[in-house]
Each structure stands twice: as C-alpha cells, then as structure tokens.
C-alpha cells in the first residue's frame, strides 16, 4: 500500500468517528428535550392538573404596650411549632419477614435523626449554646420518637399484626414556640423535598447497613406573649395566657392594661398553599396580611418601675426584721404631677410562706383601708383658705370642742400651733380645725377628693367601699354630724380607700383642682398616633393658690421635725429644707383578719402610710407609700412607709436630667 492511500484511510476513519460522535450527542440531546418536553411536563401536567389551593389563616397579633419612652413592655413575639413526618427504615436484617419489625429495631435512624434535628436547633445558640442543654434536647427527641413509635407498634399488634414494617412512619413534634431564624432554616434543610440528590441520604447500599430516615416538616406560625420583666409590671400591665388573648392566672382577678379591648387582635390574614394529590405544598399561592398590631403607649417608665418594686421589697423586708414576720401587703405609686400619668406602680403581697407571692391581688387598687393622718394636711388647707384659721394659732387638746366623743393623740400635748398639727399629727388639733368648716365644709371635702370613688386607671378589678362614708355628712343627726362621722373623716377613719385613690387626692391638693390619674399616654393605629387625653373634670378650684402653697411648706416639717423624721438616716444623701415634703398616716382597728400565712384571727391591724412630694415650691413628682400589718405594735407610717418613699421621689427627681 502506497503512502497516499494509508494517508486517506486514516482521513477517511477521522470523518467518520466526527460524525459519530456528532450522531452520539444529537441522539442524547434528543432524549434529553423528549424527556423535559413530554415525559415531565407530563407529570408535571398531572400535578398541575389534580393539585388544589388549601386556605390557611393568618393569625393577628395582640396589640404592643411600651412604656412612655417606647421601651416594650409586652409585646406578640412571631414562633413556629415545627412538626414533622418521620418515616424510619430499620437497617436491613436477615430473614427479612415482613411487617415484623420492634420498636428497638429502629434505634440506629432514631439515634440519626434525634442528633441532626438537635444539630439543627443548636444554631439558637441562647438556648442550646449550653453542652447540657444540647444533650437534654436530644435525649428529649429520642423518647418522643420512642413514644411515637410505641404507640404505632401497639396498634400494630391491636389490628392483629406482628410489628411495624420495616419503613415505619410517625408524627413527632420537634419543636414549639422556635424564635430563631437559622434553627428554623436548619430544621427544614432536613426535609427530604430539599435534600440534595447526591446527598448520602440517597445512597441506598451504605444507608441499608446502618438504618435510614426520611423528614417531612410542618411549620405552624403562632404568637406567644412576651413581657419585659413580668416580676415589676405583673400587676399593672397585666399578663394573657399563650396563645389567644385571654387573661391570664385564674387566682388573680386583675390583669391590667391587658384587659383593654383595643389590644385585642385585629382581622386575620388568609394564604394560600398549592398542594399536589399527595397533598405536598409545592407553591405558595396568594396571601393577604394579618392587621398590624395597635401599640399603647403607656405612662409607665420602666427604670422607676424597677425602682419602685427594689424600694417595696426593701419596706418589706424592714417589717420582716422587726416583726419576725412579713406585712401582709404593700403598695408604692409613683405620680408625674404635671399631668397626673403614673410612672410607677407596684405591689407586694405575701404568700403562705412568708415570700412575695408574684401573682397576688394588685394593692395600688385592690386594697382597701383607712388612710389615717395623712388625709389631715386635705381639710386643714381648706380651713385656712376659708379664714377660719391661722397658721401660728394655738390649738387647745383639751376635750372643749368635741362633745362626748373620746379622741386621742398618740404624742399628747397642752396645746399645738395648727402648723405643729400637721408635723406632730394632733388627732385632736385635726377635729377641731375641721369642725369649724361645719357639715357643709365637710362634706365638700369628701367631694374635693372623691374618696372612695373609682379612679380613671382602666384596670379591672378596682375595689371600691360597699360603705365607704355617709351619703353626705349634712343629712345626718347632729349627734353623727358633731361626734361621730364628722370627727372620724377628718383624721382618716370612716373613709375605706385605696392607694391609687389616696394618691389622687393628693395630686388635687397638690393642684388645688380636680385632678385624674391617668395610665394610657397614646394608642398608634395603622402609623397614626392618637394621645389620649385625661377624663375631663370640673376645672374650678376648690383651694386658693396661697393656702395651697403655704401648707405644703408646712409638711417640710412633717419631714424634718415631725413624724417622717426617721426616715433621714435612711436616706441616699440629705436632703435641703424644702425639697421634700409629706405626711405620714397609721391607722388601726380590731377585728377579723387574714394573717399573712392565710391563718385568720381577731386582732389588731394597722396600716401605716406616707405621701409625699418634690420638690415642694414646683412639685414635679408625688409617692404613695403603704403598708398593712397585723398583729403589730407601733407599727408607723413615718418607720415603714416613708423612707422607701423619700428614696423613690429623690431617684424620680434625680433620674430627669438623664432623661
């Protein structure tokens, strides 16, 4: 053979093995577009075709309470309860008998399964970044898994079986109330629908030796309730049970600003899943929202909240030391003068063990008592403003001007000055002046500050007196107007009130007008802020300014010199003349009574109080300050109540150039 003709075989096999190949790669693209036009859009028709659109609500969130510089307070915090549908593979065994398979059999994929879902929820590093917490999760998971197992394998053997097939399938919860974005992502990655292809799931040899799992996860969106320090805001702000705004602990009949319909959840939103005749979502159809949340902007600064709740527990403890035992309740308010919004309000109530029972009846509005004393500066400023009497007048304690009616005082003396009534807290100096203004200017007092009267807080579960005073003093017998009913209200008793109640009288004295407290600051809808306005009131002032001023001068006394004197060494720091000032109160009576540990008796119970204001020229802030103890002797407001007051107005008034 030639040279030339070697040369052209050669040629002519090159040409031929192009054209091979070339015929290789047409039939293979061929077989490719046949099977993505025909075979799968086939059964992707089929899909299509017998799928349907499954309707889901949306659920709403309840509405968001912030505090008055927007610090959340309670809040609907968006979780998932991940459910998932396990079918397990024991590892292959022989003789293979069909549907013979145990429970214990399914140990290894049970074992599989349980570590990659508690790998995936180790990603919320804040609740399983602990090595023991992560090792609690998955022994958790096994023994749902176990459980879900057991419960398949007995109905097995019930339906007449001897086991459960070797690929066993069962319904495990993984997870409730998930918050954290990446465990929820890891948790669905198992889900075999997104598995890679090439993944070792996939790979039957080695997945026969050692047992094998298939997941299906369901995610369900829900909201819990989230509370910023359900400890301190419990009683005001108020608790829902998880899940559909109904109120919370059965034992308490208050529940706060929770109770307010307009945090109720608005309208559901509606999406629509598309699922395929297996009923597999494969799609998400179209979604509506749910409505936003309202946000209620509160009155409440949670800085003096926790405040106040440090200084309740601390008058609390004070009575445990002197007493051996604790009060049977306490209450602290806090009150912004300027316009009558609560900034703190707290409560303290003991258990039968003597502890801070956290889900007691809320006092600042629950309990009720007889103020005492402190409701002495009230009238006696109405006294001097009619000009019925004058400041450095001496007061005789002897029994003319109280006829046949037996009034004593705990400090007595000859004679006070009516500025030295209020610092020494003459019972009797405190009748006579009072008397002067007849049944008339009596009664009007009473309806100055409206004791015994709901207050405008919202917050359900106020007590009010059935019986907390006469109707009116001027249609009384003489004998009550001038002996009885008369006396008693102008030094506390005969008068059944409640914290909250007695800290609005003193915010109108303090005006010298009607005044309201006030709890709800704004309500935000839909991006617009409506400020809620106070409850309007008559306007009129029933104390001139001078009279006004010139008692709250007089209760600097009450601090320095008088009754409040012991709570200085107490204090953070001293204070200057002028800067605080108050009025203490103990009131007492015999008779039936609730013991702290439950236990009734008959015995002695008093309540000691303390109002006060800062500063005294331009009150900015007022305090209420009570506690109530049974069984207990000497047992004062000046002792108890007001240094946890005093410190509290000095941390409110100190506190606003941080603001």
């Not at 995936?120 to 023994?143: Q, S």
């Not at 299906?216 to 989230?226: A, G, K, P, Q, T």
């Not at 307009?262 to 629509?272: A, D, H, Q, R, S």
């Amino acid at each position: 053979m030639s040279e030339q003709q070697g040369f052209d075989g050669w040629e002519r096999v090159r040409v031929l093995s192009c054209f091979g190949v070339f015929a290789v790669g047409g039939c293979l693209a061929l077989y490719r577009l046949a099977d993505l036009q025909i075979v799968r859009s086939a059964a992707a028709l089929r899909r299509t075709v017998r799928s349907e659109v499954v309707q889901r609500e949306v659920s709403a969130p309840r509405g968001t309470i912030v505090d008055r510089s927007g610090v959340v307070l309670a809040e609907d915090r968006p979780v998932w309860e991940v459910r998932a549908g396990l079918v397990l593979t024991a590892p292959a065994r022989e003789p293979a008998a069909a549907d013979d398979w145990q429970p214990e059999d399914f140990e290894r994929p049970r074992n599989r399964v349980a570590s990659d879902v508690a790998l995936a929820l180790g990603r919320d590093r804040e609740t399983y970044g602990d090595p023991v917490a992560r090792d609690e999760l998955r022994e958790a998971l096994r023994t749902r898994i176990d459980r879900a197992l057991e419960r398949r394998w007995k109905k097995a053997r019930e339906a007449g079986r001897p086991g459960l097939p070797r690929s066993t399938r069962i319904d495990v919860l993984l997870a409730r109330g998930l918050d954290h974005a990446d465990a929820l992502d890891g948790l669905q990655a198992l889900d075999y629908r997104r598995a890679s292809k090439d993944s070792p799931e996939r790979d039957d040899d080695l997945l026969d030796e050692r047992g094998r799992y298939r997941v299906e996860c369901y995610s369900e969106r829900r909201y819990v309730r989230r509370y910023a320090a359900p400890e301190v805001t419990f009683g005001v702000v108020g608790t829902v049970r998880d899940g559909a705004g109904v109120v919370g602990d059965d034992r308490v009949p208050v529940s706060g600003l929770e109770r307010l319909k307009v945090l109720l959840p608005g309208n559901e939103g509606v999406e629509g899943l598309r699922v395929d005749a297996g009923r597999r979502t494969y799609w998400t159809a179209a979604r509506s929202e749910p409505a936003a949340p309202v946000q209620l902007r509160s009155t409440l600064d949670l800085a003096l909240m926790r405040a106040a709740d440090a200084e309740i527990d601390s008058a609390a403890e004070k009575v445990r030391r002197a007493y051996q035992s604790p009060p049977e309740w306490g209450a602290l308010m806090l009150i912004d003068v300027a316009d009558g919004a609560v900034r703190a309000a707290v409560s303290w109530t003991s258990d039968k063990q003597g502890e801070r029972d956290p889900f007691g009846a809320f006092a600042p509005t629950q309990r009720l008592f007889e103020p005492g004393s402190v409701v002495k500066p009230l009238h006696v400023a109405m006294v001097i403003d009619r000009g019925l009497a004058r400041w450095d007048e001496v007061i005789p304690t002897g029994d003319d001007g109280i006829p046949r009616r037996a009034i004593k005082d705990d400090h007595p003396r000859p004679s006070f000055s009516v500025r030295e009534v209020l610092s020494r807290s003459s019972n009797i100096g405190a009748v006579k002046l009072g008397l002067r203004m007849g049944p008339e200017g009596i009664e009007q007092y009473l309806r100055n500050y409206r004791f015994g009267e709901r207050t405008a807080l919202l917050l359900p579960g106020e007590s009010v007196s059935g019986t907390p005073r006469p109707a009116d003093i001027t249609t009384l017998s003489a004998n009550e107007q001038q002996i009885y009913a008369g006396p008693s209200v102008l030094f506390g008793y005969q008068l059944h009130v409640t914290t909250a109640q007695v800290a609005r009288a003193f915010l109108s004295f303090l005006s010298g007008r009607p005044r309201e407290l006030r709890l709800v600051d704004a309500i935000e809808v839909d991006g617009q802020t409506h400020v809620q306005p106070g409850p309007e009131l008559d306007a009129t002032p029933f104390l001139g300014e001078k009279a006004a001023i010139e008692t709250r001068r007089a209760l600097v006394d009450v601090v320095h010199e008088g009754t409040a004197r012991h709570a200085l060494p107490e204090l953070p720091r001293a204070i200057q003349r002028g800067e605080v000032a108050g009025k203490t109160g103990t009131s007492e009576y015999t008779g039936e009574a609730f013991r702290w540990d439950g236990s009734k008796v008959h015995g002695n119970v008093r309540t000691a109080l303390f109002a006060g204001f800062a500063p005294v020229d331009a009150p900015r802030y007022l305090v209420v300050c009570v506690l109530q103890k049974v069984g207990a002797a000497k047992f004062y407001g000046g002792t108890y109540a007001a240094p946890a007051a005093i410190r509290l107005l000095l941390r409110a008034v100190d506190g606003e150039g941080d603001r």
